[in-house]
């Protein structure tokens, strides 16, 4: 249930409640945190997927409930809205806007809201928004470390948080976001202790793997997103341009700093990649040491491929039981990450699987 929860999305219609949710930018885009029987989800609310959803929300003084075609299945609960978004920082900049809560207990952040493919319509990712949020003002373009490290500080001591995911855009440089993480993760780690998870394309020289580690940067998130060279060509034309081998010797030279299983990547199923093609791609990270985070794919308002429906259930189980079983075997589990994507799991239901 959960697994078609994700993919299909849940219609709020008039839900009365302190609940968080995301429209636009980077990351789990237009999703809410719900949890379901001790699970919390990120799933779908603001897409045209989700207003056709069969799952509705029930509200009473009770509180709240599930529904399928008006069946009540199970309670829901949302994840509230955390103190720390209350505050602003000394220039009157809302802390919403420097980083936000992803599902119940991380902090996010896109350290660069700007990317050098997603200003060039002819190399830019297909589906990403990373610049919506910038155009609407719910953020600002470039976080600084000392910014950083007072929302994280807040978000720690506030509302408890566990760890952090600090992501960017990919600007003009060889080291393609990597330098940016090691300023941020430096002053984050002087202000408070908190896991933090970095990501960024694999720099041109695998010497800032050792330099995010020696930053203080616990695992870190490569990511492929589309792994047949033709749909990655078709589909991030730019992202492309750094070949799979690229990126295979990235993951190598990367679980040697970070160790076996704090490196992992996002997959998105749903794009074209066939069941066959994940699964191969998922078994060769798995060997090199890449914990595969494999996660439905979400169609986002506003990009090209917004009317493209999201995977079927089917499809994803099709990809997550095996694949869960195969990162059981593997002893690489998404309990195991330090911080991130993967530790987190409310984008994906694989860590179902791995039992």
């Known amino acids: 249930m959960i697994t078609e929860l994700q993919t299909r999305g849940l219609r709020l219609n008039n839900v009365d409640a302190d609940h968080v949710s995301r429209r636009g930018g980077a990351g789990p885009t237009d999703h809410q945190a719900v949890t379901i029987d001790g699970t919390t989800l990120m799933v779908p609310t603001y897409t045209q997927s989700a207003w056709r959803s069969p799952f509705t929300v029930e509200s009473d003084v009770v509180g709240d409930r599930l529904l399928e075609n008006s069946i009540p299945l199970t309670d829901i609960t949302f994840s509230p809205t955390p103190k720390f978004y209350e505050l602003s920082t000394a220039e009157g900049i809302p802390y919403t806007q420097i980083a936000t809560l992803h599902s119940t207990d991380v902090l996010a952040t896109t350290v660069l809201q700007t990317c050098i493919r997603y200003e060039s319509r002819r190399k830019a990712c297909k589906f ?76 041109s020289d695998p010497v800032w793997y050792q330099r995010m580690k020696d930053a203080g940067i616990a695992s870190l998130g490569m990511h492929l997103e589309v792994v047949t060279p033709s749909l990655r060509a078709e ?18 030279d990367a679980v040697k700093v970070f160790g076996r299983g704090q490196v992992s990547t996002y997959i998105l199923a749903g794009l074209g990649d066939s069941k066959e093609a994940i699964l191969e791609t998922c078994n060769m990270l798995i060997e090199i040491g890449v914990y595969p985070f494999v996660v ?19 499809f994803m189980e099709s990809i997550l039981v ?26 994906s239901t694989l860590s179902e699987y791995e039992h």
Do not use: N
């Open 322 to 347: 095996p694949l869960g079983k195969r990162l059981k075997l593997a002893q690489m589990l998404s309990k195991d990450i330090k911080a991130g994507c993967g530790r987190c799991g409310a984008c």
């Open 128 to 203: 990403c928004s990373i610049g919506q949020s910038l155009q609407a003002g719910r953020t600002i373009a470039r976080k600084t470390p000392t910014q950083l490290a007072e929302v994280a500080k807040a978000a720690v001591e506030l509302d408890g948080i566990q760890h952090m995911v600090m992501t960017t855009g990919t600007p003009a440089s060889p080291d393609r976001g990597a330098q940016v993480m090691c300023e941020s993760a430096e002053a984050i780690l002087k202000a408070v202790s908190i896991p933090i998870q970095a990501q960024c394309e694999p720099p």
């Open 235 to 252: 589909l991030m034309p730019g992202k492309a341009e750094i070949s799979l081998e690229h990126y295979m010797t990235g993951f190598r």
């Open 296 to 314: 439905p794919f979400v169609p986002v308002s506003g990009t090209p491929l917004e009317d493209l429906p999201p995977p079927s259930t089917e």
